[in-house]
């Protein structure tokens, strides 16, 4: 039984660890399981604690879903940085849907209907893709090769964290797709 801590809040950063308490909420009980009221318990803070940093609920899961997207971006600039060229972007393939299989609650979330869009947090691991195409087709077709990249391995994340879909190794299905996409409209150079 969880309850709450009589002794104050005496945490550096309280943000920080709503944040973090909300993502293990969002993992055990999804959006509609995660309340302000509820964080805070778990955090042991008091019901209002969280209002000095979140407007609201909304206000939670913005924070949250950026911190998915950091988490992303780290995970694909990791991947990136393992390999070179082609191989790269398999790498960095393989990555974003090991965050998805790894993160689901989280993963939808951050691409869900609960989140406001044009985050800036949302852009970075895809820069982090464009960067990739842009080193591997020529510049007038980057934009549409990486956008075509990205919604065939968000695709196959979103296929397999749903259950359309159970390959027996879907990090080698990951990087047969994205062999596909360099022999198809790509057009690599």
């Known amino acids: 039984m969880l309850t709450m801590s009589t002794s104050p809040y005496h945490h550096g950063d309280l943000r920080r660890t709503l944040v973090e308490t ?33 407007a609201d609920k909304e206000a939670l899961l913005a924070a949250i879903a950026a ?9 694909v ?44 947090s949302a852009g970075a691991a895809f820069g982090v893709l464009r960067a990739r195409i842009t080193s591997l087709v020529p510049a007038d077709r980057a934009e549409i090769a990486a956008l075509s990249a990205w919604s065939m391995v968000h695709g196959l994340a979103s296929l397999l ?10 990090e080698a299905l990951v990087r047969a797709v994205l062999a596909q996409f360099a022999l198809g409209g790509a057009q690599l150079r």
């Open 22 to 54: 909300g993502i293990g909420r969002l993992r055990a009980a999804g959006v509609d399981g995660l309340t302000l009221r509820g964080v805070a318990r778990l955090a042991g803070v008091s019901a209002t604690a969280p209002y000095r940093h979140f």
């Open 67 to 75: 911190e998915g997207f950091e988490r992303l971006r780290v995970a």
């Open 77 to 120: 600039e990791a991947a990136d940085a393992s390999s070179r060229g082609m191989e790269a972007l398999r790498a960095q393939g393989v990555a974003y849907v090991r965050f998805a299989r790894e993160e689901p609650a989280l993963f939808r979330l951050m691409f869900g209907a609960a989140v406001a869009r044009g985050s800036l």
């Open 161 to 170: 964290i749903d259950g359309r879909i159970d390959p027996p190794d879907p």
